[in-house]
């Protein structure tokens, strides 16, 4: 079975600019969830989407959105880019009724 | 009350020894704890993970130990590995709904060979 998959695995842009990023979940999981990991503030949810519905919500600015398809996979934008939103972006997916919580290996987004 | 605290930040042990890491969580609520091992490029991957009816779970050489009265729960390492040098975070969330995982602020193992 394949895993969560990431796509891409780098990104640079720069300040102002919007990124979208994409999350292919495992095959059969309907929930996926988005977290942004910085050194200084370690592991922070930002959204779950599950059933293309936005069930969860943590506590970042509306510069951050998601959206989830009728196949499960899953996108999240960033708008007016800046310094401080440079992270490693990750996507983790889950089967509905399951506890366990299956990441990707991220999207390391710089802003310059 | 949604907070997860995790100690030490970092942790050097030599190979073979014990390595402990320690949590503690506000919210009486959540009721799914994983600890998860992250390697430097990849993600996080679920090691091992207890709910509060169990005081202990052990699986190989990870064992967590549960304190509900205390709302604490640990990571235990037994003979330390090499291979363990990782940074492992903590979680907990409700069982019913595991897509918000409130992480702990991880620990950056190093085994000393």
């Known amino acids: 079975k394949a895993g969560v998959t990431q796509t891409p695995r780098y990104l640079i842009k720069t300040r102002g600019q919007q990124v979208t990023l994409s999350c292919s979940p495992i095959?059969?999981?309907?929930?996926v969830s988005w977290y942004q990991q910085t050194p200084g503030q370690g592991l922070q949810f930002l959204f779950e989407?599950?059933?293309?519905?936005?069930?969860n919500k943590g506590n970042f600015p509306g510069r951050f959105s998601g959206r989830q398809f009728s196949n499960s996979r899953s996108e999240m934008n960033v708008s007016t880019l800046e310094l401080g939103d440079s992270a490693l972006y990750l996507c983790a997916s889950s089967s509905h009724g399951r506890t366990e919580a299956f990441f990707g290996q991220g999207t390391r987004l710089t802003v310059v | 009350q949604q907070q997860v605290k995790q100690s030490p930040q970092s942790l050097i042990v030599q190979k073979g020894g014990i390595s402990i890491i320690n949590c503690a969580y506000e919210?009486?609520?959540?009721?799914?704890f994983p600890w998860y091992q992250q390697f430097p490029g990849k993600g996080p991957a679920l090691l091992i993970a207890?709910?509060?009816?169990?005081s202990e779970k052990k699986e190989g050489r990870f064992t967590i130990s549960f304190n509900k009265s205390a709302k604490q729960f640990s990571l235990h390492i037994m003979d330390s590995q090499p291979g363990d040098s990782a940074t492992y975070f903590c979680?907990?969330?409700?069982?019913?709904?595991?897509?918000?995982?409130?992480f702990g602020q991880g620990t950056t193992l190093q085994v000393k060979p």
């Open positions: 989407y599950f059933s293309e519905t936005q069930r």
């Open positions: 207890i709910r509060p009816d169990v």
């Open positions: 095959s059969g999981h309907r929930s």
């Open positions: 919210n009486t609520a959540f009721d799914y």
């Open positions: 979680a907990a969330t409700f069982s019913s709904n595991t897509g918000k995982l409130i």
